[in-house]
Structure formats: C-alpha cells, structure tokens
C-alpha cells in the first residue's frame, strides 16, 4: 500500500509555476529521497503536502486518506512527522521539554491546565533523546546546543509524534561531509527501528547513494525522473539537468 | 424615526453646507496628513510605533504660539513660526534619534513602545513646565484671516491656505521621495532594510534624518494648527489616534497612503458629525480594525 | 512551601501594621499584582504583546459598578457576583477581540488590539445611561463592615492569591509549557500538533479574565471607575509593571506591580510631574535594567 500519494500537485506564486503536476508514491519502509537543482520545487512540495501552503491544484493521499490542503497540526495527529531545512527547535526550552513539549501534544494533553508538566512524559522523552543520541544534553537548553544536535533534537521531536511518514527537508544541510553521511545513517537506523517511512530532500549525492531505496528528481516543478539509484544514476535527463551540473 | 433620520440628513440638500463640510474634512485631511505621513514614514523605516508623535506636534503648535506671540497678526512672525516650528522639531527628532531611539532597535517591541510612551509623559509634562496649564491661541495672520469667494460659496482663508500647502507638502515629499537618491534610499528602507545597509547605505544617519523629518512635519502640522485649535497641553491626547487610524488605513510606510487615509478620515468625520454626532468616533476605529484584521498592510503599504 | 510562608505571613499581618490610607494603597498593589501577572502570562509565557489590555480592567471595573448600581440588586447579592461577573464579561469581550486578533502577529496584533481598546474607550465615553459616560461611576461602596479598608484587604487577598495560584498552576502545566514552545517556535509547534491559534486565544481570554477581576477589585475599593481607565495612556500600564518586575519571572510582575504603585503614591503626593517622574523611570528601565528588578533570577530556561 502506499502510505503517499500526490496526484497532480500544483502550486503557484503570482506568475511563477513553482509545482507544474506533481505525481508521486512512496511505499510503505521506502526511504525516499527528492533531489534536483535550486528552485526545482522541493521546499515548496514539502509545504504543500504538509499544509503550510494551499495547492492550486491536485491531491495528498496519507494511508488513503485525503489530506489535500489540511493544516500542520493535523497533519501531525494523522501520523506525518517533519523536519526543517533550518533547524527548528524549541530554542529557550532545554531538550527534555522540546521533546516533552512534542509528546504532550501527541497524548493530547496540550491543553490539560492543571498537573504539572515537569514530570509528564519524562522518561519517554529520554528514550527518544537517547534513541538520537542525546542523553546528556537533556537539561541543555536547545538554542545553545551545536548546530548538529539541534538537528538531532528536532528529529527526536518529529518521532515523539510516533509517525509513519517522516518528511525531512534538507536534514544534512549545513553540516560538514562526514557528519553528513553519520546522520542521515542515524535517521535510516531509527527509521527502520520503527518501521517509518521517510522522505527527504538533499544536495549531496554521496548521501542520497548511501541511504536512498528510491529516487525522485524534481526539475522545474515537475518530475523528471524516478526510480532505484542505480535507475536514476543512468538516465540522461538526469544527467544533463543535474548530475551533470554538480559532476 | 425615519422622519427624524430624513432630518438629520437634510444638510444633503444643500450645497453650500455640503461644501463647507467638504473643505472643512479637506483642510483636516491636510493637517492630518502632515502629522501621519511623519508617523508612517517613522514606522516604514525605522519600524517603530512613535506614540510621541503627538507630543511633537503639540509642541510644534506651542512653539508657534510663542513666535506668532513676538509679531502677532503679521506675516512675518506666522511666517518664522512655521520655520521655527519645522526647524525646531527636526533638531528636537534628531537629538531624540540619536539619544534614545538607536539604543533599542533591536530590542523586542514592548521595550520600543515603553520608549515612545515615556517621551510622551516626559515631553507632555516638559510641554506644560515650559509654557503653562492654559489653552493658548494664536492669531491668524491678517493676510489669511476672513473669508474668500469660490463657486458661489464663501470659505475661510486659512483653510484654504491649508490645502494649498498640503498639497504643497505632498508634492515636495513626492519629489523628495520618488526623486532624489536620498528618497530612493528611503523608499528602498521601508521595504527591505537589510538589503539597504548591505549595499553599503549609512542607515544610521539614514534613521536619523527621516525621524527628523517625520518630527519637523509634524511640528509643522502643530504651527499650521495652532490658529485654528485650542494649544493646550491635552492637545497631543486625540491626535496620535487620529494618526494611528490614518496610518493603519492607508498603510504603515506609505506616504501616498497617509495622504488618501487623511483626505478620507478629515471628510468622513466632518460628515459624520452633522450626520450621526457619535458614531463617526466609532466608525473610525471600527474602520481601523476592519482593515488590520482584512489587510493589515493597508491599503497602500507593502506585505510583510 | 516553607519559602512561602514569610510572605504569607506579612501578607496576612499588613493590615495590622499599616494606616487605612496605605491599607488602600495595600488593596491598589493586589489588584495590580494580578493584573501584572495576568497581563505577563500573555506577554512573557505566550509572547503576545497587547496594547490594548486596559480594555479588559476597565471592562471589568465598569461590569463591577454596573452590577452594583444598574442592575436593581440588593448590595450584598450584587456584590458577592462581581467577581464571576468580572470574569465572565473580560473572558467573553475577550473571545470577541481575541477571535478577530489572534489571526495577526507581532505589531499588527499589537495595533489591533489597540484598536479594539479605543472602540471600548468610545463605548465608555459615549454611553451615557449606563457607563456614566464622562464622569465615570462613582459611589461604589462594598457593603457593610468590607466597605472598610482593613477588611477589603482582606477580601481582595482571598481573591487574588487563589488567582495568582490558578495562574501559576496554568504556567507549569502542559498548557503552559506548550504556550512557552509556542512562543519560542509557532511554526514549529504546529508540525508537533498543537493549534496555534486556539491556543493563544485561550491565553489571551484567560489573561484578560484575570486582568478583569482585578479591575473589578480596584473598582470597589477605589470607590469608582472612570472612561480614562481605557484610554491608550492606560495601556503602558500593565507592561511598565511586567518589564519592571521583570517578565521572566512569574512573580516578577507582581513585584514590579508593587513598585510602581508605591512610587506613584510617593511621587503624586509631592509634584504633580509624575508623568515626568514615570516617563523618566521607563526610560533608565528600558535603557539600563531591561531585564527588570528579577533579572537576575532569570529561569534557566528562558
């Protein structure tokens, strides 16, 4: 069964077409990554299917559910869990309350006005900081943790809302080589510890070769292309729109 | 009560009150304009809610009193208090700049808003250890006083006097903003700062000029006012509201904006006056609500 | 709970040691100290800047003296519904406000609620028959033995340290705490699953409810209630008091409550410049001690 489906997906700024009809399905345990140049729509297709943006056009099918144009904070009690290209955290919270912050919401306790939230979710929220790898930073406060930590941390928030399709939009940006290839390994250890699906955008093809299962490439808000690593390496569209360019 | 409706609206009937109320609303709409195109270019570049705005007015009016009270009634002394008032405000917004405004731009907005309402107690109260508790007036200048002919009605000059410099005011900052490269500097602020110093731009000096600026048009509303109002040191309270809805209206940055939301805000009150006495009050805030929560921009600024 | 107990007890003693003018004063500070509090959880917690919170002391000031003079009730019964009324009429001008705000961020949602503060203040003016328009409503006098400072005193701790409780439960709870995620990251938090909007409404009709009672509280200790309770010169007050005492704090606003009351009485008693004098005060605040008199007990997690 597909766990996504995106028929059609049109979006438009002003004049610009920045999605032109975008169909995609990801499979359930797929560990899909979206690549294409600067501008080809990768950002914009995130927002849309997570409901940031209104498509003009097409549908978004969770589980076979149309989800076409709903807001985040539903999107996020159905099961869709996301992470940003700018890493996006709770910054004057310490982590063990990101997390919390994350699993409340998720128990749906957000609006519970009376207990105390110190002690709620405590030790699941360490699980989850100790399943990325952040254990002893619990009582650190997010904004002053290292850029590659924020990241981690914003993907233990993501998974305290036990989702089953995981977006991430450019999860390696900003970090150097090698500690690009460690994490997007981490992301594809847990995800298949929990039987997640993943989506992701990435730059980097030595990550996208080292973890993909499938590839779609984006250009101009359209797909060019898609298909195994080893299908995708050798179209020559691909090639000649963006392989090449960064060969 | 439809009758007593039908009653209140008589005055429709009649040109010549239709167009004593139209110049009325007008010449209100200019002296609005002065004050809120100072508070709209204010926020469009320095990005600051200046609730002394007010205050600057009145003390431009003050110190109109204070020059017409050397000559009054002659062309001369009205005259040197319209500089005076202009010059003495732009030295007065430059000081207040560079003082105390610079030190909290990047502060988070209650800070800059607690800074603009303490220059308007301070100032409020400076106002009445320098010139007293009383209402002061001042004389129109012989040559604007009594009346002109136009199209069968008579009008006040001074009133007419006003429009003409409104317009003259418009005008000159049009050019000055759509003209030379100090207003393309300007115009290019409201609408992306950061770009604006990454060319290179001096925004320091920049802020500094258009805070004067803004505080110079505003004492030169307070001079234009001071014949026709009662200079008073509760004269600031009402202003600044009239210029918030103005600026709101016409939206936050845009001259062109001050100007139409004047024109409209002066006419619609002077009507709504004769028409329903109390509401007109109402229907300019609710006005102002409307557009905030439909097009906060207003209707000639620029989207966030 | 052994820290609270030397404030309790001083609380619970000031009567006893003060004269009737600065019981009054005492009674001024409490009602302050909520609506200080109040106005903080929307501000520090909810990162919400409201200018036009004013609107809901004065709405509540005004519910409380129409309770007590328009609405043919026997003074006790009245009297006894003035805090449920108090916070009944806020919690829904509230909503009303709120609804139509909350869509809006930053200076826009500061404007609008501006706004809205000044419409209330023309309803005030002009509705003669039942606000008093400009003479406001006077004679409000709690009935028997609490029209007397030292009891009132106590009368209005009873009310408003089980408010100041509710409030900070509030804060500490998961409502609380998603309200501080909010403030530090909205876009963020709706991708955990929380809806913004809702939320801050919520916070936004709880504070003005609270800020609403303590109108009503100094409404009938003061003896009256004026249109002037509304004007935009009245919507500094509140945020003085926070930043004062410091908005990260949760006390910190009911310290900076204090402060500033007592300094008013200080200074108004001497000169009639205290805007000066408060004009003068902000500034050397905002410039010298942002972080307020608790500044230096700043959360951790702030």
Known sequence: ?247 | ?304 | MIRLAVPALILLGLPFALSEFWTFIAIEVLAFALYAVSFNVLLGYGGMLSFGHAAFFGVGGYAAAILMKKAGLPAGLAFALVPLAALAVSAAVAVLIGFLSVHRSGIYFAMLTFAFQMLLYTVALKATGITGGDDGMTGLKPPGALGRAFYYYYFALALVAPALYVLYRLVSSPFGITLRALRANPRRVQYVGVNVRAHQLATFVISAAFAGLAGALFALSSGNVFPGWLNWTASATPIVMAVLGGVHTFLGPALGAAVYVVLEVLISGRTEYWPLAMGVIIVALVLLMPEGLTGFTRRKDA
Request: hydrophobic share 55%.
């Open chain 2, 1 to 304: 009560m439809i009758d007593s409706v039908v009653q209140q609206l008589a005055w429709v009937q009649n040109p010549v009150v239709v167009a004593r109320q139209l110049l009325a609303g007008v010449s209100n709409g200019m002296l609005l304009f002065l004050i809120s195109a100072g508070l709209s270019l204010i926020f469009g570049v320095l990005r600051i809610i200046n609730f002394a705005h007010g205050v600057l007015f009145m003390f431009g009016a003050f110190l109109a009193v204070s020059l017409v009270g050397l000559a009054p009634g002659t062309t001369g002394g009205f005259v040197s208090a319209l500089i005076g008032a202009s010059a003495g405000l732009a030295v007065l917004g430059a000081l207040l700049e560079i003082g105390l405004l610079r030190r909290i731009y990047r502060s988070p907005h209650e800070y800059q808003l607690l800074l603009t309402f303490a220059l308007v107690f301070i100032l409020g109260d400076v106002a009445k250890l320098i010139w007293g508790r009383e209402d002061n007036s001042v004389v129109t200048p012989q040559l604007l006083t009594g009346s002109t002919h136009a199209f069968g009605v008579t009008f006040p000059t001074y009133r007419l006097f006003l429009i003409a410099v409104g317009v003259a005011v418009a005008v000159a900052l049009w050019l000055v903003l759509h003209r030379t490269r100090w207003g393309i500097f300007v115009r290019a602020a409201t609408m992306d700062r950061g770009m604006l110093s990454a060319l290179g731009v001096n925004t320091r000096w920049l802020f500094t000029a258009v805070f004067a600026l803004g505080a110079a048009l505003a004492g030169l509303g307070g001079a234009l006012a001071a014949p026709i109002v009662a200079v008073g040191p509760g004269l600031h309270v009402q202003v600044i509201i009239d210029a918030f809805v103005v600026v709101v209206i016409g939206g936050m940055g845009s001259v062109l904006g001050a100007l139409a939301a004047s024109l409209l805000v002066g006419v619609v009150n002077a009507f709504g006056i004769l028409a329903v006495p109390g509401a007109a009050v109402v229907l300019t805030f609710a006005i102002m609500a409307v557009v905030l929560i439909v097009r906060p921009h207003g209707l000639f600024g620029t989207p966030e």
């Open chain 1, 1 to 247: 069964m597909n766990i996504l489906r995106v028929e059609g997906l049109t979006k438009r700024f002003g004049g610009l077409e920045a999605l032109g009809g975008v169909d995609l399905s990801i499979a359930k345990g797929d560990f899909r990554a979206i690549i294409g140049p600067n501008g080809a729509g990768k950002s914009t297709f995130f927002n849309t299917i997570t409901g940031l943006l209104r498509p003009d056009a097409g549908r978004v099918l969770f589980e076979g559910r149309d989800v076409t144009g709903q807001p985040p904070h539903l999107l996020a009690r159905h099961g869709v869990g996301r992470t940003f290209q700018i890493t996006s955290v709770f910054h004057d919270l310490n982590a063990l309350e990101n997390v919390q912050v994350a699993l409340l919401a998720h128990a749906r306790q957000s609006w519970s006005a009376w207990p105390k939230a110190g002690a709620l979710h405590a030790a699941r929220a360490r699980e989850l900081l100790a399943l990325v790898g952040l254990s002893t930073s619990a009582g650190r406060i997010a904004g002053t943790l290292a850029h590659g930590d924020q990241k981690r941390l914003e993907l233990a928030i993501a998974l305290a809302g036990e989702p089953r399709l995981l977006l991430l939009d450019e999860p390696t940006a900003g970090m150097a080589a090698q500690e690009r290839l460690e994490s997007i390994r981490l992301v594809h250890r847990v995800a298949r510890e929990l039987g997640l699906s993943c989506v992701f955008t990435e730059h980097d093809m030595a990550v996208v070769f080292a973890v993909a299962t499938h590839i779609t490439v984006l250009h101009q808000g359209r797909v060019l292309a898609e298909g195994t690593p080893a299908e995708v390496r050798s179209r020559r569209e691909v090639q000649q729109v963006y392989l090449g360019e960064a060969a």
